[in-house]
């Protein structure tokens, strides 16, 4: 009954608007080109950053919550089509986390930490620094602590029984405060 109530406090048009935006979320609804790349421009995130603030100043909050899914489903839809890099890179479990992410498709192209791609004059920059920087050899003390290090063994330790008791003798007024 509460539920009905809450409905007839939307309008007309709200409701339907809610609808549409449900849809949106629920549906793998792809935006056209153009609209995909004003979208995934700065200009485009200032577009709906300015109409969620406009859905919860003045259309029900319940719009205003919806709406934000759907800017965020509208971005990450967008970079698919354009082919950007998305602002938010999630790592997978086959990738190495060392800073570098790749991306799912099969672009060998490494994104640096700050999700834009290194360009190719800096990739042979780091090919050029790698052929002059080769890998240490190691060196005398860690070859001898590799040789020599300590010895752990995996056996449980037995802790012997003490055969003495200790002594505890009657202390009276030994403390300055009285139980």
Excluded: C, W
């Excluded at 800073?99 to 780091?126: A, C, F, N, W």
């Amino acid at each position: 009954m509460k539920f009905l109530q809450k409905i007839d406090s939307f309008a007309t048009l709200e409701l339907l608007v809610g609808i549409v935006f449900i849809f949106f979320i629920i549906l793998p609804i792809h935006p056209l080109k153009p609209v995909a790349a004003f979208f995934d421009s700065s200009l485009g995130m200032v577009v709906l950053f300015a109409l969620t603030i406009f859905f919860f100043l003045f259309t029900n909050p319940v719009l205003g919550i919806l709406f934000v899914f759907v800017a965020y489903e509208l971005l990450r839809r967008s970079s698919l089509i354009t082919k950007n890099v998305p602002i938010l890179v999630s790592p997978s479990p086959s990738q190495p986390s060392h800073g570098i992410q790749y991306r799912e498709s099969s672009s060998t192209v490494p994104i640096v930490r700050d999700g834009l791609p290194k360009p190719e004059s800096q990739m042979k920059r780091d090919a050029e620094m790698q052929s002059l920087n080769p890998p240490q050899q190691r060196t005398l003390e860690e070859e001898v602590v590799q040789k020599y290090g300590p010895i752990v063994t995996n056996t449980p330790v037995e802790f012997n029984q003490p055969t003495y008791l200790p002594v505890i003798s009657n202390q009276i007024d030994a403390s300055l405060y009285a139980s």
